[in-house]
Nanobody, 121 residues
Framework: QVRLVESGGGLVQAEDSLRLTCVAS????????MAWYRQAPGKEREIVASIRFSFRGDIISYTDSVKGRFTSSRDSAKHTMYLQMSRLKPEGTAIYYC????????????WSQGTQVTVSA
């Protein structure tokens, strides 16, 4: 069982920055794949960034629309994942979620409660 608690959302203006935090408790989430998703009003949930665990170091990927503006990272000691968002755009308005994929005993995906990010023009 993993519990994810997310924070850091809010109302900002276009071109502002915001940092989301996702704290994991329970199993050692830093050894598993984690990701950030967002869901805008009337749209499907989409992936924003993913962190894949590797013994050689995390492999981080981004969706094209946020490349160069968003940075995802995690601090294993603090069981925390971050999403640093810069140069935010109004189309980035959405509820942002973090998740973790626990592979055993069966593949289980845990989600955070979500946090609202609103970007005004």
């Amino acid at each position: 069982q993993v519990r994810l608690v997310e924070s850091g959302g809010g109302l900002v203006q276009a071109e502002d920055s915001l940092r989301l935090t996702c704290v994991a408790s329970g199993r050692r989430a830093s050894n598993y794949d984690m990701a950030w998703y967002r869901q805008a009003p009337g749209k499907e949930r989409e992936i924003v960034a993913s962190i894949r665990f590797s013994f050689r170091g995390d492999i981080i990927s981004y969706t094209d629309s946020v490349k160069g503006r968003f940075t995802s990272s995690r601090d294993s000691a603090k069981h925390t994942m971050y999403l640093q968002m810069s140069r935010l755009k109004p189309e980035g308005t959405a509820i942002y979620y973090c998740n973790v994929v626990v592979p055993d005993p069966g593949r289980t995906i845990y989600w955070s409660q979500g946090t609202q990010v609103t970007v005004s023009a």
